[in-house]
Nanobody
Framework: QVQLVESGGGLVQTGGSLRLSCAASQSTFSNYAMAWYRQAPGKQRELVAAVTRGGATNYADSVKGRFTISRDNAKNSVFLQMNSLKPEDTAVYYC?????????WGPGTQVTVSS
């Protein structure tokens, strides 16, 4: 099963940017659909963005035009570029790898946006 490690979280002011990275342990990374989820305190985990094996992407309405998901199969990594950050983007961000009925989650990285 693929192991995932997120990085790039931190504290940023409103309007700032962060780039999250998720590194996968397996060389078969290109076979996986990848996604970023987030969970704010007291709320359910929600989908932020996803990218298929073929590179097709989709986004939550709340982040469209501000966030960009991308993948680099040569580096076994997926990225989330987050611009124009808002306090409501504050959450723990998780990386998900999915292949058929199998899925793996990373431990998460904290993103805090101050007002």
């Amino acid at each position: 099963q693929v192991q995932l490690v997120e990085s790039g979280g931190g504290l940023v002011q409103t309007g700032g940017s962060l780039r999250l990275s998720c590194a996968a342990s397996q060389s078969t990374f290109s076979n996986y659909a990848m996604a970023w989820y987030r969970q704010a305190p007291g709320k359910q985990r929600e989908l932020v963005a996803a990218v298929t094996r073929g590179g097709a992407t989709n986004y939550a309405d709340s982040v469209k035009g501000r966030f960009t998901i991308s993948r680099d199969n040569a580096k076994n990594s997926v990225f989330l570029q987050m611009n124009s950050l808002k306090p409501e983007d504050t959450a723990v961000y998780y990386c998900l790898a999915k292949l058929g009925h199998l899925s793996s989650w990373g431990p998460g990285t904290q993103v805090t946006v101050s007002s």
